[in-house]
């Protein structure tokens, strides 16, 4: 005989890189074991795959995981958390330097709550994905978000890399297409050597211009005030991206 089956809650969010409402119900205790498994493991490569193994189960409205932003990625998560488990999280916070506001040494841990609802992702004005590397001629880059599987990706080929190579590689992985003022030349119409090529010869300057969009790119962010329970003097952290709040995560009542 069939079992009875349970209407799950059913609740939306907006994705903020493009406006998409997107309707989701909780992570039930299948998801879950996905997770714990993931995290037991203490592997970047595989929390990734189950945030976005989860992610898809949970989604109603179609959406692939695969090809959102990954802070879009990180912000359906953040969400899909709170809804399940609970909306707060309790941290356990100290003085990042080891000394306070007094410049006195203190590492007391001191309790405090985090409401993951409150958590969004932050975008600078200055930020743009269409860079111009060079006023005279118009040649330019159209760069798209980083997604999962260019960050699973990347967490598996970083060892042995050195920073240059490192940030080269997302570059070129974020490339959607290169332009100048006559023509728009597809990413997928170029080899990788050729990109490999056009981005090593770049100078400094048109270089740095391509980071800094990673650099302002929109990140889950969010800024946590306490007071310490032992000195007395107020501090703050900023967290950032999901590892940076998975950091808290690790002993979760997930």
């Given at each position: ?8 809650p059913i609740?939306?969010?907006t994705?903020?890189s493009t406006g ?5 119900r909780?992570f039930?205790?299948k998801?879950q074991k996905?997770?714990l498994?993931?995290l037991e493991?203490?592997?970047?490569k ?5 945030i976005?193994?989860?992610?898809g189960?949970?989604a109603i409205d179609?959406?692939d ?13 953040m969400?899909?958390r709170?809804k ?11 003085h990042p330097t080891g000394k ?7 590492e007391?841990?001191?309790p405090?709550?985090?409401a ?15 860079i111009?590397l ?12 980083p ?10 080929t970083?060892?042995?890399k050195?920073q240059?190579?490192v940030?080269t590689?997302?570059i070129?992985?974020s490339?959607e297409y ?6 728009v ?8 050597k050729?990109?490999i090529?056009?981005i090593e ?9 391509l980071t800094?969009?990673f650099e302002s790119?929109?990140?889950?962010k ?6 310490c329970g ?13 590892s940076n709040f998975?950091?808290f ?6």
């Amino acid at each position: 005989m069939a079992l009875p089956k349970f209407n799950n809650p059913i609740f939306e969010l907006t994705l903020p890189s493009t406006g998409q409402a997107i309707k989701y119900r909780p992570f039930l205790v299948k998801e879950q074991k996905i997770l714990l498994l993931a995290l037991e493991g203490n592997d970047q490569k595989d929390v990734l795959t189950a945030i976005k193994q989860i992610v898809g189960n949970c989604a109603i409205d179609e959406v692939d995981p695969s090809k959102i932003a990954l802070f879009d990625l990180e912000y359906f998560f953040m969400r899909l958390r709170a809804k399940s488990i609970g909306e707060t999280i309790d941290l356990r916070l100290r003085h990042p330097t080891g000394k306070n506001s007094d410049n006195e040494e203190c590492e007391h841990m001191t309790p405090t709550t985090l409401a993951l609802l409150e958590v969004e992702v932050q975008k600078t004005d200055e930020h743009t994905d269409k860079i111009i590397l060079d006023e005279e001629t118009g040649i330019g880059i159209k760069l798209k978000y980083p997604n999962v599987d260019m960050a699973i990706a990347s967490a598996k080929t970083v060892e042995g890399k050195n920073q240059m190579d490192v940030a080269t590689d997302a570059i070129i992985n974020s490339i959607e297409y290169i332009f100048d003022k006559e023509t728009v030349y597809k990413k997928e119409d170029s080899t990788k050597k050729e990109l490999i090529e056009f981005i090593e010869n770049l100078s400094q300057d048109q270089y740095v211009k391509l980071t800094k969009f990673f650099e302002s790119m929109p990140k889950l962010k969010h800024k946590v005030e306490w007071t310490c329970g032992k000195c007395g003097c107020k501090d703050e952290i900023t967290l950032e991206g999901l590892s940076n709040f998975f950091g808290f995560w690790w002993d979760l009542k997930i």
